[in-house]
Structure formats: structure tokens, C-alpha cells
């Protein structure tokens, strides 16, 4: 029997992790990437999770999930929320008692998403090249349960995150999330900028790099 277009979801893939980044950083966890994303960041690390992929139903998906046997899950991409399922998906996954993380390039619009999850909502850099698609529309739905995240690839673009701190007042909503560009800025320098203008941001490097490189399912 053909599957109800309705209950399934493009993936590429779910695997068991270490949480690298964002305040669930160190926490087993389960990723499950869904496929497509509308952006093109010159410093994209999961290009190959724009085409492909396979579908799934969403009960196939809690079933590999609950397989792994761990608390936290963090759906991601590409742009997860760029299938409308999406929303289903994390619902089911709040439901079903997980701790659940939501990874977003902050183009599209979270408002629909399950107020259980924690939203991880990126403002791209003019460094993204993507900053166009910014939907600042996103920044008064932000509640303190959830976090803004800037990469920064340049001194340009920490000013840039800067101004955006001050002027939309980030940090009295939620936790601000500074992270340097794998191979753009030294992790060094970004966080003596930081210490320097003693911004009220957290800094954070990628700890699933540090462990194991580019790895791909990593
Ligand atoms: S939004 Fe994320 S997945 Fe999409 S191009 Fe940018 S970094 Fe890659």
C-alpha cells in the first residue's frame, strides 16, 4: 500500500552523536537530518543534504530514533523546516518525551513550531553570504527557552553581530550563541574580541569537529 504523502518526510540521514554545539552541547543525541535547504552559505558543511535522500514515514523515523535509545534529538538539515511535515515531526517527538532541538537557518518562519522545542535559530553574516534571507520577523517570537545563533567568518561580521545584539536587544529574549567559522577565524581571536567587548554572548566552538574532523554522520 502507497504510503500517505502526508506522513512521511525526505531524509538523509539519523545517526547517533555527541550534541557539538548550542547549549545541549556534550549530550548524546540523536540527528535527524532532513533533506533540501533554499540557502547556499558559502561555509555550508552538510551540502550533501540538499538533494537526495530517502522518504520516510514519521513512525519509521521515531522508530530508528527511539532505536538509539537516548533523550535528546536534534532535528536539522539542510533546512528542516523547509518540509511543512517538519512541524508534525517534532510534535511526535515532544510527544513522545524526548528532549527535542530544532536547528534552523532562520529563514523561514518558526512560529508553528511545538513550544516544547528548543528553537536553535541562525541569523546569517553578511560572511554567509545568505544574509538576505534573514527573516527578522523571527526575532520577537524568540523566547529565552531558545537560542540565536551568529557563525562568524570575519572581524566584519562580528561588528555586524555586534550592531544586531544591540539593536534587536538579542540577549534580553534569549541566549546568543557566537561561533567562528571552522576555517575562517581563529577560535582564539573570536573569543578574545569577545572578553574584550564583554558581550553577553555565548562562545562556542564545534565540538563534534574537534573530535572528529569533517566527518560526515559525525
Ligand atoms: S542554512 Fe545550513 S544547511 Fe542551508 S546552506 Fe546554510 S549552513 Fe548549509
Known sequence: MQVPVADRLRLTEIFLSLQGES?????????VRLTGCPLRCQYCDTAYAFHGGDWWEIDAILAEVARHGVRHVC???????????????????????????????????????????????????????????????????????????????????????????????????????FSPSFTEVAPRDLAEWIIADRLPVRFQTQLHKQLWGEEKGR
Open 75 to 177: 532535528v536539522t538539515g539542510g533546512e528542516p523546516l523547509a518540509q511543512k511535515r517538519c512541524l508534525v515531526l517534532l510534535q511526535r517527538l515532544c510527544d513522545a518525551g524526548y528532549e527535542v532541538s530544532l536547528e534552523t537557518s532562520g529563514a523561514i518562519d518558526v512560529a508553528d513550531v511545538d513550544p516544547r522545542v528548543v528553537r536553535v535559530v541562525d541569523l546569517k553574516t553578511p560572511g554567509s553570504l545568505e544574509q538576505h534571507r534573514n527573516r527578522l520577523e523571527n526575532i520577537p517570537l524568540l523566547t529565552p527557552r531558545d537560542q540565536v545563533k551568529f557563525v562568524i567568518c570575519s572581524r566584519e561580521d562580528y561588528d555586524w553581530a555586534k550592531g544586531m545584539l544591540v539593536e534587536h536587544r538579542l540577549d534580553s529574549r534569549c541566549e546568543v550563541l
Open 23 to 31: 547549549r545541549s552541547a556534550g549530550w548524546p543525541t540523536v540527528f
